[in-house]
Nanobody
């Protein structure tokens, strides 16, 4: 069982930056692939970024590539999402997710554990 707690959300202006954190419970964090998803009002949850358990591979949605960076610190059981050049279309609830396996996946249904989400709001 893995419990995930996100933090770092809030209000930012267009062009600004925020860093989200997701702290995981349990001693097996380093064996999980981690990802960030987001869900805007009235829309489906969508993939944002993912990182392999070792940190050796990452993947990004086209909409955030070059602006967002996912990273992890296995010693701290924490995964991060550094968001830069934010725009109003990035406004959403951001969720952290975890799954076992060796392959980075972008599908919501393949993740086993989810955090409660943190709100990110970007104003004009």
């Amino acid at each position: 069982q893995v419990q995930l707690v996100e933090s770092g959300g809030g209000l930012a202006q267009a062009g600004g930056s925020l860093r989200l954190s997701c702290e995981a419970s349990g001693r097996t964090f380093s064996s999980y692939n981690m990802a960030w998803f987001r869900q805007a009002p009235g829309k489906e949850r969508e993939f944002v970024a993912a990182i392999r358990w070792s940190g050796s591979n990452t993947a990004y949605a086209d909409s955030v590539k070059g602006r967002f960076t996912i990273s992890r610190d296995n010693a701290k059981n924490t995964v991060y999402l550094q968001m830069s050049s934010l725009n109003p279309e990035d406004t959403a609830v951001y969720y952290c997710a975890a799954r076992r396996g060796t392959v980075i996946d972008k599908l919501v249904g393949t993740y086993d554990y989810w955090g409660q989400g943190t709100q990110v709001t970007v104003s004009e």
